[in-house]
T-cell receptor, first 112, second 114 residues
Framework: TQLLEQSPQFLSIQEGENLTVYCNSSSVFSSLQWYRQEPGEGPVLLVTVVTGGEVKKLKRLTFQFGDARKDSSLHITAAQTGDTGLYLCAGASVSNTGKLIFGQGTTLQVKP | DSGVTQTPKHLITATGQRVTLRCSPRSGDLSVYWYQQSLDQGLQFLIQYYNGEERAKGNILERFSAQQFPDLHSELNLSSLELGDSALYFC?????????????FGPGTRLLVL
């Protein structure tokens, strides 16, 4: 059974601080996606990383896929109150399906 | 707005009952996915359909079944409901069936079993 362990589960920081969220597995994934979910809404895709070692930047967010395609990280620089939300990583199976394995999520609270 | 619609938004029912959740994918998307989100289990993949055919299955209970119709909308049927089935049920859609494709999630159906 493929599992994705996401840490930390909760993070409360002050505006302007940096943070990193980790997503780890013993399984290889064909790609890894990061989603953000607001209360009462469905997850929204932030980024997809496909190649081992790949780094993608989305404004103040930096995403990295591990060389072995088993882990990933999300780094936020100078967090803003608008970054508050639930962040989810999801790994796609190496089989040719759209099945995604989700981590438990990181609830981020950025205080002014 | 993701373009994926789900009905109903909220559903309250009793144990032992049966309910049907409905999903309309984005225009042009052939894949539909169903997920269950609960506080203790997180977001769990249930099942994927592609152009009317079942494509992948997760830990979907035998009491649950789904189908995708010729117009590509999908329904998730939950029967013999138990208290533990209370959760948010999301439908998502994508153009194709590959894992790297963007999945667009609907707003979800919140099911409460009393």
């Amino acid at each position: 059974t493929q599992l994705l362990e996401q840490s930390p589960q909760f993070l409360s920081i002050q505006e302007g601080e940096n943070l990193t969220v980790y997503c780890n597995s013993s399984s290889v994934f064909s790609s890894l996606q990061w989603y953000r979910q607001e209360p009462g809404e469905g997850p929204v895709l932030l980024v997809t990383v496909v190649t081992g070692g790949e780094v993608k930047k989305l404004k103040r967010l930096t995403f990295q896929f591990g060389d072995a395609r088993k882990d990933s990280s999300l780094h936020i620089t100078a967090a803003q109150t608008g970054d508050t939300g639930l962040y989810l990583c999801a790994g796609a199976s190496v089989s040719n399906t759209g099945k995604l394995i989700f981590g438990q999520g990181t609830t981020l609270q950025v205080k002014p | 707005d993701s373009g994926v619609t789900q009905t109903p938004k909220h559903l309250i029912t009793a144990t032992g009952q049966r309910v049907t959740l409905r999903c309309s994918p984005r225009s042009g998307d052939l894949s539909v996915y169903w997920y269950q989100q609960s506080l203790d289990q997180g977001l769990q993949f249930l099942i994927q359909y592609y152009n009317g055919e079942e494509r992948a299955k997760g830990n979907i209970l035998e009491r649950f079944s789904a189908q995708q119709f010729p117009d590509l909308h999908s329904e998730l049927n939950l029967s013999s409901l138990e208290l533990g089935d209370s959760a948010l049920y999301f439908c998502a859609s994508s153009v194709g069936l590959a894992g790297w494709e963007t999945q667009y999630f609907g707003p979800g159906t919140r099911l409460l079993v009393l």
